[in-house]
C-alpha cells in the first residue's frame, strides 16, 4: 500500500483553546515548532490565535511551507433562542472567508458545551429532547448547506466531551438525522473514547461519513476516574485524560489509520492532545514524539 494520509497538527496541542491567555505560547513561536516538530499541515486554531489577515496568514505559513487544512466554529442549534444561527454564522463567514483563501476545503464544527468549560458548571440538561434534536439537525443540515454553496467547504461535526453528543448512540444519531451532503464526521478518536465510543465500531458502520480526523488518545485509569466522579471535562484535561500518543492511552492508533486509508488515502488526521494550561515548553517535544508514533502507527497499517 502506496497511500499516504495528511498528519497535521493544530495550536490545541499547545495548549491553545481561546484566542488570547497571558501564559499561552505566542502564535509566530507555534508555527516555527511546528515546522521544527516536523509537521506540514496545521489547524487554524481558535480565530485570532493566528493572524486573520489572509495576506499575512498565508505569508506566514508560506515562509515555513505550512499548509491549513481546516478551522473551526462553534454552535449551539439545539438552543431555542434563534439568535444560535446568527452567532453561528458569523462564527463561520469570519472562519471560512479566511481559510477559504487559503485552499481549505473542511470546517470542523463542535456543539456547545452543556457545562462551562472554565468552571465546571452545569448550565444546562445533559440530554437533548427529541425538539432539541430536530432543531440541532436542522442548524447543522442549513450551515452545511451555506458553506458548501457559499465556499465551497465541508462542514465536519465533532464530538465533544461535557457536550450533547458524545456517546456512540448520541453521534449515530447525529448521522442518521443530518444530510449527508451537508455535514459529516470529524471522528475525534479521543472525544469518541472518552465516553467508551469504539472508533472502529463506527468507522466500519458509516465509512462515507468519516470526513475528517482527530487522533487522540485517553488514559483509560484517569477516564475511569473521570467517569466514576463526573469530573468536568476541563479539570480532566489537567489531570491528563487526554495522554501523550505512544504510552498508555487508548485507542491504538494503527487499526484506525489502516481503516482510514481503506476510506480515504488522503484524509487529514489531526494531532489533538487538549493540553490547556500546560506550560510553554512542554508541547514540543511531545510534538515530536507524536509524530514519530504516527509514522509509526501508519507504517505498521500499510504492511497489514
Known sequence: MTQQIRVGTAPDSWGVWFPSEPHQVPWDRFLDEVVEAGYHWIELGPYGYLPTDPKQLEDELGKRNLKMTAGTVFTGFHKEDE?????????????????????????????DLWRDDKTGQAREPRTLSNEQWKRLAAGHNKLGKALLEEFGIHQQFHSHADSHIGTYQEVERYLQ?????????????????????????????????????????????????????????????????????????????????????????????????????????????????????????????RVK
Open 177 to 301: 438525522e443530518t444530510d449527508p451532503l451537508y455535514s459529516n464526521l470529524c471522528l475525534d478518536t479521543g472525544h469518541f473514547a472518552y465516553y467508551l465510543g469504539d472508533n472502529l465500531k463506527m468507522m466500519n458502520a458509516y465509512p462515507e461519513r468519516i470526513g475528517y480526523l482527530h487522533l487522540k488518545q485517553v488514559h483509560p485509569d484517569i477516564l475511569a476516574e473521570t467517569l466514576k466522579n463526573d469530573v468536568p471535562f476541563g479539570d480532566a484535561v489537567a489531570k491528563g485524560v487526554m495522554t501523550e500518543p505512544g504510552f498508555e492511552g487508548v485507542p491504538k492508533f494503527a487499526p484506525i489509520i489502516e481503516r482510514a486509508l481503506e476510506i480515504n488515502p488522503e484524509i487529514f488526521a489531526i494531532i489533538e492532545q487538549d493540553m490547556y494550561g500546560c506550560p510553554v515548553d512542554m508541547p514540543f517535544p511531545i510534538a515530536q514524539r507524536t509524530r514519530e508514533h504516527i509514522l509509526a502507527a501508519t507504517r505498521a497499517a
Open 83 to 111: 439568535s444560535q444561527w446568527q452567532r453561528a454564522w458569523d462564527q463561520a463567514l469570519a472562519v471560512a472567508n479566511l481559510v477559504s483563501k487559503l485552499g481549505v476545503e473542511h470546517l470542523v464544527v463542535i456543539p
